[in-house]
């Protein structure tokens, strides 16, 4: 600082001198017109560097700092490092917006940066797409406007963000949304909000699940309780009563048996992803077996008859392809009425594909309940499924078995008219027939 005042002093002083030097000759008064000029001309140069100052002050950004010499050059060079430095923190903290921003862009929450009055100030893509914020026209609109659910603006009131927000029907549909409020800065907020519409349909499945084998076991469990009740309280035994009961716990029991082996199987499934195995399966073989079994269930109440084609193999798991075919073919003979019939056929299909077809003349399903048939526990006539020994969870187990094989369940029913359930198979699941003699080669088909 003390540097500034050299050159103001040096110039004063050589005014000073220079009046004093041409004094004895010029006389007093000329003498002090010539120092009044003389600094005149300082304090032009001086206006001169301030409007050059003040101009460059209009526009800093698109000229370099003004060039000056003395006293100005000093606070011109101040004035070009200060700018200097604040370039490069400027360039220093764009790109470190750019990377925050490409990093938000590729998350996918929605981040929303929300100023004191929850107005937005920022979003990232995501936040276009779950929130429906459009970038282009809601900056500096509050967030209320955009997510209008009471629920929410109560939310935002409270001021209390430990816990997230669950806003369900995003978007005008069936999105559920976790959103965070993260407090931060001067009074603003960071909103992040994470689309859990799949981990929100998963908790209501298990939900479901729960609430479904509780009731689908209750019955049973109270059947059981009250014979042995009833048994306990005699006091002299009954032998037919007895006997009625037993066979009676012997059916629900079985019952429960059943319930207990298809939930295994359905989780076993669920649980892998793909097949068991990967052997060629005699599907012509397993097709007469299936057939006699179906006999056995029928008791000569149905006309059951299967055809398959003879070289007509497939790769997969024996176990699931089995559990496949059994449920659609003891589903036909259930819900056929005595004197139906039920048709088993195997055969190539369009495109090289092979079908697995089960076609009966029961009670059909109507048009409205064949999408949801393949869902756990779903069932059309919940009595007559229970009455024939259903679990309610044979189609979901062979919609998984299938999928494994990368196959697809087709369904045509007409109520009163029967049904037709087809498995079909891709042409890379079939093979060729393998010779007893030569059992390690897999011909395509
Ligand atoms: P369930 O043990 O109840 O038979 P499934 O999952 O095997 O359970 O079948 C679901 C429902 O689909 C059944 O309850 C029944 O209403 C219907 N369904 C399945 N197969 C047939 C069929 N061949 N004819 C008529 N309805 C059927």
Known sequence: MRGFWRWPLAWLVVGLALTAAVTPWLGAVPALLALVAWLLVQNTRHLWHLRSLVTWLDDPGNQPVPYASGVW?????????????????????????????????????????????????????????FLEVDAGRDIGRQITYIVRQPGFVDYLLAQQFTEPFLLRGARGGDIALSIQIVPYGNRQKLMIARDITRWERMEGM????????????????????????????QAVPDPQMQKRALQLMTQQTSRMQNLVEDLLTLSRLENAAGPASEQPVDVPKLVRALQQDALALSSGRHTITAEAAPELWLIGAEAELRSVFLNLITNAVRYTPAGGSVAISWRAGEGGTAVFRVRDTGIGIAAEHIPRLTERFYRVDRSRSRETGGTG?????????????????????????????????PARRTCAAISQAAPAAVVPA
């Open 206 to 233: 298990r939900r479901d699940l729960v609430a479904n084998v509780s009731h689908e076991l209750r019955t049973p469990i109270t059947v059981l309780a009250g014979f042995l009740e009833t048994i306990n309280d």
């Open 393 to 425: 969870l044979g189609l979901a187990i062979v919609k998984y078995a299938l999928s494994h094989h990368q196959a697809r369940l087709e369904i045509e029913s007409e109520p009163e008219r029967g049904s037709t359930f087809s498995a079909v198979f």
């Open 73 to 129: 050059e000093e606070a011109f060079s101040r004035l070009a490092r200060l700018v200097r430095w604040q370039r490069q923190s400027e360039s220093g903290l764009r790109s470190a917006l750019a990377r925050f921003q490409s990093a938000t862009a590729a998350m996918n929450e929605a981040v929303v940066v929300l100023d004191e009055l929850d107005r937005i100030e920022w979003c990232n893509p995501a936040a276009e797409h």
